[in-house]
């Protein structure tokens, strides 16, 4: 089984990461987070007509589930920006995904910033603060 899990919130180009433990629960935690974030990063109107979407932590998926908690892999879920949980036993390449992510949120900010719009959604919706909040309320942060 796996040690470690990188959790990454996507919304346009802002990304908060953070490398957890993986622990018995984490399907189950994982779930709770996913609604919380989802909650959050929707609008209102969102919220009103579309059911959760747990992406590759869907129950339909238990295979994949299985696999990927015991040899490492990733977990998608695309719905108003994006969750990954990136899986492995090695520390050392989720820091460097951590990396690779920063690099590609650097450049995204680049293009993005002219947008009003954008910049006001990022803020309204991804609060580095509130994310990592909602992190921490159901992992063990690394």
């Given at each position: 089984?796996?040690?470690?899990?990188?959790?990454?919130?996507?919304?346009?180009?802002?990304?908060?990461?953070?490398?957890?433990?993986?622990?018995?629960?984490?399907?189950?935690?994982?779930?709770?987070?996913?609604e919380e974030l989802?909650?959050?990063?929707?609008?209102?109107?969102?919220?009103?007509?579309?059911?959760?979407?747990?992406?590759?932590?869907?129950?339909?998926?238990?295979?994949?589930?299985?696999?990927?908690l015991e040899e490492?892999?990733?977990?998608?879920?695309?719905?108003?920006?994006?969750?990954?949980?990136?899986?492995?036993?090695?520390?050392?390449?989720?820091?460097?995904?951590?990396?690779?992510?920063?690099?590609?949120?650097?450049?995204?900010?680049?293009?993005?910033?002219?947008?009003?719009?954008?910049?006001?959604?990022?803020s309204k919706h991804?609060?580095?603060?509130?994310?990592?909040?909602?992190?921490?309320?159901?992992?063990?942060?690394?």
């Amino acid at each position: 089984m796996v040690k470690y899990v990188l959790i990454v919130s996507q919304y346009y180009h802002s990304y908060v990461q953070k490398i957890c433990m993986v622990q018995d629960d984490f399907v189950e935690k994982s779930r709770k987070m996913i609604e919380e974030l989802e909650d959050y990063k929707r609008d209102t109107e969102e919220k009103k007509t579309r059911p959760v979407y747990y992406g590759d932590l869907n129950e339909k998926y238990s295979e994949h589930i299985k696999r990927v908690l015991e040899e490492g892999g990733r977990f998608n879920l695309n719905d108003a920006g994006d969750i990954y949980f990136e899986l492995s036993d090695s520390m050392d390449y989720l820091v460097d995904e951590v990396v690779e992510y920063t690099k590609k949120s650097e450049e995204c900010y680049k293009i993005n910033r002219k947008s009003k719009r954008i910049m006001e959604n990022v803020s309204k919706h991804h609060d580095k603060s509130v994310i990592t909040d909602m992190i921490k309320k159901h992992f063990l942060v690394i």
